[in-house]
């Protein structure tokens, strides 16, 4: 069949009358979602995939919560599906864990049938592929899981959208302002979001309730009285924000949604011990203090320097406190080790894991996304000196959002959509009345909207020319052949992202999987990556069968990938193993021959699955 590409989208300008920002936000939100797709359909032509097909798609932590998602519609009722997920076997086996609580899986756990509005299901055909493989069949519409799934993260981002619009409006004042940051975002879309290449990730859920979240703030920041609803809403998005997502954390300050969030997520330990409680005990202690002077005005300027000097020491001690109380039940990982990791020259295996990966390394800077947002560094310093309490709390977040940006690129998802909002200042009258009257000032908006679109139109066309076709037939081979040649209840390890989609794709049960945030699961995973490490084949064996698996599956890529120097998994492992560092690495030796430790089951080009021997379980 012949490939069907989305319509083209176009940007327009709409112009100010009464109608104006309603017009505006329904096409918004329209053209942002009928974008998304266009991209999403072009790099993988997910319309004519299989669905297998469709789920390799979904790769590392995409298809770990997408087979949640999967478990749902497949359950005889929502309860059923839910009492399955929060009693799962299958992600770490033989643990059983509550999924809901470890991976945030609200947006999972809260969706609608797909045929409860009465939607056409689906529609289906057969797609000849080339190569000689036999033809599949393909099915989109909304009673197609996969589409359906993604279909309702565009949806959101879509809504996100107009959101955006409606900020830029009103932090500007001006239906113009609005439309500056719309097209700020559609010029460097790249830079703000990767929702379009990985729709089921949390931060496609929760970031859109974080601009709600914003922009409510912002009205509360600009009224002098607070309103009891407004306050209730505030709190409302920041629940919506930290349920999805747990690197909401970083973001959030309100002792609300804190508590909601904690109960909601089962007594998540991790949100427990994080900076973000921490942050709020000594902002308790602070406020103390602010009262105690406030009651004693004898206090003296050293008294209460030490108070305020303290805080950000009371921030680390407190850290280290509840981390130390709970791992006495449930360790856990320390973020701070990362920051270490990329302010000196630290590194252990779990950091290195982080930061080997791109989205984790320090923001490189592109000539393209600073041309056409540099302007708005000019408008950030203005609001401070206007003394508007609104401006200076965007301009301060604005300023804590590009260190953090700095020291990790994925951070560059609420730096680089707030730049785009700060670029609607250049319609805010009160800061740029000195150039004219309206005419004058409009024509000034439109002067620099057209030197930014130099670059942003090529970003723009940059993004819509990434063209691709998703085929990957070797794992096609490995999923089929687990299907039909293991046992049900067959226990597999191996890399982190292969494991996600052994899990979706045959139902099996892996013992490690690409959530990596949790220490236990931390733990699990390098037992597991001892095999690409130089340590004895036997010792290897002990620890996979430590771990109950009954499959290993090795792949030759992960022995040889290097991302940059020092990030290939054997150059990690000299790191963590110094007493064998130097030795053949062993996924290179069993890639030769598995035995006498192993016996190999299947091999194709990619993946090589090993079985350890029965009589290996006791020889522990």
């Not at 690129?409 to 909002?421: D, E, G, V, W």
Request: contains cysteine.
């Amino acid at each position: 069949m012949e490939r069907v590409n989305a319509p083209d989208v176009e940007i327009q300008v709409i112009q100010s009358d009464r109608q104006a920002l309603p017009l505006a936000d329904v096409m918004s939100k329209t053209l942002f979602r009928a974008h998304l797709t266009n991209l999403f359909e072009n790099d993988k032509h997910f319309s004519h995939l299989s669905s297998i097909e469709k789920e390799m798609a979904f790769r590392t932590e995409m298809g770990l919560y997408y087979s949640y998602f999967k478990v749902f519609i497949n359950a005889p009722s929502f309860l059923h599906g839910l009492h399955h997920i929060m009693n799962d076997r299958f992600s770490e086996y033989p643990l059983v864990i509550n999924a809901v609580k470890r991976f945030n899986l609200y947006p999972e756990d809260l969706h609608w049938h797909m045929d409860f509005f009465g939607i056409p299901t689906k529609a289906c055909w057969n797609v000849n592929r080339a190569d000689g493989l036999s033809p599949v069949e393909s099915c989109e519409g909304m009673g197609d899981a996969a589409y359906f799934y993604v279909s309702c993260v565009f949806l959101l981002n879509g809504v996100m959208m107009s959101l955006f619009l409606l900020y830029g409006t009103y932090l500007s004042g001006s239906r113009l302002g609005g439309v500056v940051t719309v097209l700020c975002l559609f010029f460097n879309h790249g830079e703000s979001t990767r929702v379009m290449w990985t729709p089921p990730l949390r931060e496609s859920f929760s970031y859109p309730f974080f601009v709600l979240q914003m922009l409510l703030l912002t009205r509360i920041l600009r009224r002098s009285n607070h309103e009891r609803r407004s306050l209730v809403a505030l709190g409302a998005c920041n629940v919506l924000f930290l349920l999805p997502w747990p690197f909401a954390q970083f973001v959030l300050l309100t002792q609300a949604s804190f508590a909601i969030c904690f109960v909601m997520l089962f007594g998540n330990l991790e949100l427990l011990t994080s900076f973000y409680i921490s942050s709020l005990v000594a902002g308790w202690v602070s406020r103390l203090g602010n009262r105690l002077k406030c009651l004693n005005t004898q206090v003296s300027f050293c008294h209460t320097s030490f108070l305020y000097g303290g805080v950000f020491q009371a921030i680390i001690a407190l850290k280290r406190l509840t981390s130390l109380c709970v791992s006495l039940y449930f360790p856990q990982a320390h973020i701070g080790n990362l920051i270490r990791s990329k302010l000196t020259n630290y590194k252990d295996f779990h950091t290195l894991m982080y930061t080997c990966a791109a989205e984790f390394d320090f923001m490189e800077l592109e000539v393209g996304f600073i041309s056409s947002v540099a302007h708005n560094f000019h408008c950030v310093s203005l609001p401070v000196c206007a003394c508007v309490c609104q401006m200076v709390y965007h301009s301060l977040q604005l300023v804590a959002f590009a260190v953090l940006a700095i020291l990790v690129m994925r951070i560059k998802l609420f730096l680089a959509p707030l730049m785009c909002l700060m670029a609607s200042l250049i319609c805010f009258r009160q800061l740029f009345g000195w150039i004219g009257e309206h005419f004058k000032r409009h024509i000034t908006v439109f002067g620099i909207l057209s030197i930014m679109a130099i670059q942003g139109v090529a970003n723009f066309q940059s993004q819509r020319g990434i063209v691709g076709d998703f085929s990957n037939l070797p794992q096609e081979q490995l999923l089929e052949w687990i299907n039909a040649n293991t046992m049900p209840n067959a226990v597999f390890a191996g890399s982190m992202p292969t494991m996600a989609s052994v899990k979706l794709s045959t139902g099996r049960a892996v013992v490690n999987h690409p959530h990596y945030e949790d220490t236990w699961q931390k733990e699990r995973t390098n037992l597991v990556y001892t095999m690409y490490s130089c340590k004895l084949a036997k010792e290897v064996k002990r620890n996979l069968m430590q771990l109950q698996a009954d499959y290993l599956i090795l792949e030759d890529s992960w022995c040889n990938r290097r991302s940059r120097p020092g990030c290939s998994m054997p150059e990690i492992w000299d790191v963590e193993d110094q007493e064998n560092r130097g030795k053949l690495p062993l996924c290179t030796l069993l890639s030769i021959d598995s035995q006498p430790h192993f016996t190999t089951m299947f091999e194709n080009k990619f993946y090589k699955v090993l079985k350890i021997p029965i009589a290996a379980k006791y020889d522990l």
